[in-house]
């Protein structure tokens, strides 16, 4: 059982208990736990200390199973009874590991997490073996821990994509296992070269047995919902979509025959996201027919990424991945890929060219500003939106040559660039550019602080009122599939019956 979000399975009839209730009984139940041990080291039964505090022995046993919390006077007579003072009953401290397992035990059955299992409480007593207890116990810290790493916080989110980069930087961006499944995919419908069309990829999802179904119902967290049961993909049927309905439905595909299960970590959750997401590339640009496209265009002097996004009539950024998956394993050249939003922050990276991007001390980078002077921030200053632009960057680590392009998408414009040391230049289009910059970032005096007239002129007389990006701020939605109402999918498949 797969335990992302508790609330979703907890009877809303049922009031959760508060942090305050919860903490005070708590302290009911150590405070039974203490009185139990005592007892039973004084060698008294409840019957024996019944007669010495004058309280029924039914009354005693709920005080020492925590169920009920003695009164001062009670307290105080137990106190003398046990021959210990009121604040020895009080101690902080479980009076044995037994003692402080079952409090744990307990802790953990009345808390929201066991809760939401739906499971059956299990009765602490004497009559429950050691072994058992330490078992529950410990299936509860495990629980809580496995839980607590991947909630999807920020940082953890950062972690997990620095992870995967790394991973990206040590296979040059290419997975074979993809390529060689995608490469069955399209042998068995009969694709080989060429832009992949709309009834090819839908003889792919009849191959491999889906059926296709067009919404305009469908969540809005969602691109696509997969019905396992009846295996029909749904898709929505909008003019608006920035996404390519192909890779929309080959993403979804991909799922299914890459054997991913639900995710159980967010780290999960984004390799799968490559994975299906290279996969997709992958049937819409062999890897066969493309890679012959670049030899030939290397062969040339002619490499150009637009080039490629035409030849298979696929997107700027998707041609431009593409080519990082491409160019190491067959082309014998290191690069690096930016997507930049118009304000200057990275969204999306990839290098394996040593360039120096930015990071923070964790070594992410999502979300760094981009040196100024960097080919991805000076294309947005260009008038001529039709072609690419090209310049050469001379930074700390060498000299390096970009292209880059400008696509406006409803969150703002983005640039998407390639990059390459200066040693492979020699092979793309647009080498002869005149077009240089200079960049000595990470110093802050490249492009950090402003120059030096301008700040005598204006520091401490500017005081702007900055624009908050509270996601930033928020932890990562919850779930197998973070962002996506897994109630809200629920409804749809079941409306669709």
């Given at each position: 059982?797969?335990?992302?979000?508790?609330?979703?399975?907890?009877?809303?009839?049922?009031?959760?208990e508060?942090?305050?209730?919860?903490?005070?009984?708590?302290d009911?139940?150590?405070?039974?736990?203490?009185?139990?041990?005592?007892?039973?080291?004084?060698?008294?039964?409840?019957?024996?200390?019944?007669?010495l505090?004058?309280?029924?022995?039914?009354?005693?046993?709920?005080?020492?199973?925590?169920?009920?919390?003695?009164?001062?006077?009670?307290?105080?007579?137990?106190?003398?009874?046990?021959?210990?003072?009121v604040?020895?009953?009080?101690?902080a401290e479980?009076?044995?590991r037994?003692?402080?397992?079952?409090?744990?035990?307990?802790?953990?059955?009345r808390?929201?997490?066991?809760?939401?299992l739906?499971?059956?409480?299990?009765?602490?007593?004497?009559?429950?073996?050691?072994?058992?207890?330490?078992?529950?116990?410990?299936?509860?810290?495990?629980l809580?821990?496995?839980?607590?790493?991947?909630?999807?916080?920020?940082?953890?989110?950062?972690?997990?994509?620095?992870?995967?980069?790394?991973?990206m930087?040590?296979?040059n961006?290419?997975y074979?296992?993809?390529?060689?499944?995608?490469?069955?995919?399209?042998?068995?419908?009969?694709?080989?070269?060429?832009?992949?069309?709309?009834?090819?990829?839908?003889?792919?999802?009849?191959?491999?047995?889906?059926?296709?179904?067009?919404?305009g119902?469908?969540?809005?967290?969602?691109?696509?919902?997969?019905d396992?049961k009846?295996?029909?993909?749904?898709?929505?049927?909008t003019?608006?979509?920035?996404?390519?309905?192909?890779?929309?439905?080959?993403?979804?595909?991909?799922?299914?025959?890459?054997?991913?299960?639900?995710?159980?970590?967010?780290?999960?959750?984004?390799?799968q996201?490559?994975?299906?997401?290279y996969?997709?590339?992958?049937l819409?640009?062999?890897?066969?027919?493309?890679?012959?496209?670049?030899?030939?265009?290397?062969?040339?002097?002619?490499?150009?990424?637009?080039?490629l996004?035409?030849?298979?009539?696929?997107?700027?950024?998707?041609?431009?991945?593409?080519?990082?998956?491409?160019a190491?394993?067959?082309?014998?050249?290191?690069?690096?890929?930016?997507?930049?939003?118009?304000?200057?922050?990275?969204?999306?990276?990839?290098?394996?060219?040593?360039?120096?991007?930015?990071?923070?001390?964790?070594?992410?980078?999502?979300?760094?500003?981009?040196?100024?002077?960097?080919?991805?921030?000076?294309?947005?200053?260009?008038?001529?939106?039709?072609?690419?632009?090209?310049?050469?960057?001379?930074?700390?680590?060498?000299?390096?040559?970009c292209?880059?392009?400008t696509?406006?998408?409803?969150?703002?414009?983005?640039?998407?660039?390639?990059?390459?040391?200066?040693?492979?230049?020699?092979?793309?289009?647009?080498?002869?550019?005149?077009?240089?910059?200079q960049?000595?970032?990470?110093?802050?005096n490249?492009?950090?602080?402003?120059?030096?007239?301008?700040?005598?002129?204006?520091?401490?007389?500017?005081?702007?009122?900055?624009?908050?990006?509270?996601?930033?701020?928020?932890?990562?939605?919850?779930?197998?599939?973070?962002?996506?109402?897994?109630?809200e999918?629920?409804?749809?498949?079941?409306?669709?019956?």
């Amino acid at each position: 059982m797969n335990v992302t979000a508790p609330t979703w399975n907890r009877s809303s009839s049922q009031e959760p208990e508060t942090d305050q209730g919860i903490d005070a009984a708590l302290d009911t139940l150590a405070l039974g736990r203490r009185i139990r041990h005592l007892r039973k080291s004084k060698g008294l039964t409840l019957d024996d200390v019944s007669t010495l505090v004058d309280t029924a022995p039914s009354q005693l046993s709920l005080i020492e199973n925590g169920k009920r919390e003695p009164k001062l006077s009670l307290l105080k007579s137990l106190a003398r009874a046990l021959q210990v003072g009121v604040d020895d009953l009080l101690g902080a401290e479980p009076p044995t590991r037994r003692a402080a397992l079952e409090i744990d035990l307990e802790r953990a059955q009345r808390g929201p997490l066991y809760e939401a299992l739906g499971l059956p409480t299990v009765r602490v007593g004497t009559r429950l073996p050691m072994d058992v207890l330490e078992s529950l116990v410990g299936l509860q810290h495990e629980l809580e821990r496995r839980l607590n790493e991947q909630a999807a916080t920020p940082e953890e989110a950062r972690r997990a994509n620095t992870a995967l980069r790394q991973e990206m930087r040590q296979r040059n961006n290419y997975y074979k296992e993809i390529e060689q499944e995608a490469a069955k995919v399209l042998a068995a419908v009969g694709h080989d070269e060429g832009p992949l069309s709309h009834h090819r990829a839908a003889d792919i999802a009849e191959h491999l047995g889906f059926s296709l179904r067009f919404v305009g119902n469908l969540p809005h967290s969602t691109r696509s919902v997969t019905d396992l049961k009846n295996k029909r993909i749904y898709l929505t049927q909008t003019s608006r979509s920035e996404h390519d309905p192909r890779s929309v439905l080959l993403q979804a595909l991909g799922h299914y025959l890459l054997g991913h299960e639900a995710p159980t970590s967010y780290a999960d959750f984004l390799d799968q996201r490559v994975a299906t997401n290279y996969f997709a590339a992958a049937l819409m640009m062999p890897e066969k027919s493309t890679t012959a496209f670049l030899r030939r265009a290397k062969a040339n002097r002619e490499l150009a990424i637009e080039d490629l996004r035409d030849a298979f009539a696929v997107s700027y950024e998707t041609a431009a991945h593409r080519f990082t998956n491409l160019a190491t394993e067959h082309l014998g050249m290191t690069c690096h890929f930016q997507k930049v939003h118009e304000s200057g922050i990275l969204h999306k990276a990839y290098e394996n060219d040593r360039v120096n991007f930015p990071a923070d001390h964790t070594g992410a980078i999502e979300g760094q500003s981009i040196c100024r002077y960097w080919t991805s921030r000076v294309v947005f200053d260009q008038l001529d939106k039709f072609r690419s632009f090209e310049q050469y960057t001379d930074t700390v680590n060498g000299t390096y040559w970009c292209t880059a392009r400008t696509e406006r998408h409803s969150s703002g414009l983005y640039s998407l660039s390639i990059g390459v040391p200066f040693e492979h230049v020699k092979w793309f289009r647009g080498r002869d550019t005149k077009e240089r910059c200079q960049s000595t970032c990470p110093d802050e005096n490249c492009c950090r602080r402003p120059p030096a007239e301008l700040s005598s002129e204006w520091f401490g007389n500017a005081w702007p009122s900055t624009r908050a990006n509270t996601h930033l701020l928020a932890a990562m939605p919850t779930g197998a599939f973070p962002g996506v109402d897994e109630t809200e999918v629920y409804r749809f498949l079941q409306q669709q019956r």
